[in-house]
T-cell receptor, first 114, second 114 residues
Framework: QKEVEQNSGPLSVPEGAIASLNCTYS??????FFWYRQYSGKSPELIMS????GDKEDGRFTAQLNKASQYVSLLIRDSQPSDSATYLC??????????????FGQGTILTVHP | GAVVSQHPSRVICKSGTSVKIECRSL??????MFWYRQFPKQSLMLMAT?????????EQGVEKDKFLINHASLTLSTLTVTSAHPEDSSFYIC??????????FGNGTRLTVT
């Protein structure tokens, strides 16, 4: 079982719709969760971080965390073509001694079509 | 502005040669930097943790004698790919942990070994 799992997609949504990206993780003790966006040929950029159960909203993005279900998601409202990218879910495992030692999922390719 | 500067952005070298990649933390002193590698259509995999003034910590399966890491100052870490081979062709990305935030990534180095 992979430590962090994402549906690789591709996920295709029309412009203006809500895109829903999902991620599950295996380490029940994980405390920190992140969503990164990566355009083709570029480095990942941080979109959201979430540490406690519930929702966290930032502009058009909402991260949702359910530790009991070991599930974290990212919602993108009013999707735009510029949102088309690969979205990476990342987790810091409970045993991690370093804040920077992230475990990444394989990424979900999102395509927003006009 | 950029938090992490990585150089070069792209390098092509012949098999058997060595390549050095530099990673600089611009905004703050970083006692720890991280080196990731990403093969096409795959997610990021942590290669090693670079520790200022001490030896790097390598992840399982990463050859420390092949991927030399030097972290001589609080703002600079270098990764040298020694005796590069075509299978080392990949996207190498360094990252830095902020004081209160997770990883900031450099722009990455696309290495092609011919």
């Amino acid at each position: 079982q992979k430590e962090v799992e994402q549906n690789s997609g591709p996920l295709s949504v029309p412009e203006g719709a809500i895109a829903s990206l999902n991620c599950t993780y295996s380490d029940r003790g994980s405390q920190s969760f992140f969503w990164y966006r990566q355009y083709s040929g570029k480095s990942p950029e941080l979109i959201m971080s979430i540490y406690s159960n519930g929702d966290k909203e930032d502009g058009r993005f909402t991260a949702q965390l359910n530790k009991a279900s070991q599930y974290v998601s990212l919602l993108i409202r009013d999707s735009q073509p510029s949102d088309s990218a690969t979205y990476l879910c990342a987790v810091i495992n409970a045993g991690g001694t370093s804040y920077g030692k992230l475990t990444f999922g394989q990424g979900t390719i999102l395509t927003v079509h006009p | 502005g950029a938090v992490v500067s990585q150089h070069p952005s792209r390098v092509i070298c012949k098999s058997g040669t060595s390549v050095k990649i530099e990673c600089r933390s611009l905004d703050f002193q970083a006692t720890t930097m991280f080196w990731y590698r990403q093969f096409p259509k795959q997610s990021l995999m942590l290669m090693a943790t670079s520790n200022e003034g001490s030896k790097a910590t390598y992840e399982q399966g990463v050859e420390k004698d092949k991927f030399l890491i030097n972290h001589a100052s609080l703002t600079l870490s270098t990764l040298t790919v020694t005796s590069a081979h075509p299978e080392d062709s990949s996207f190498y990305i360094c990252s830095v942990t902020g004081a209160d935030s997770p990883l900031h990534f450099g722009n990455g180095t696309r290495l092609t070994v011919t």
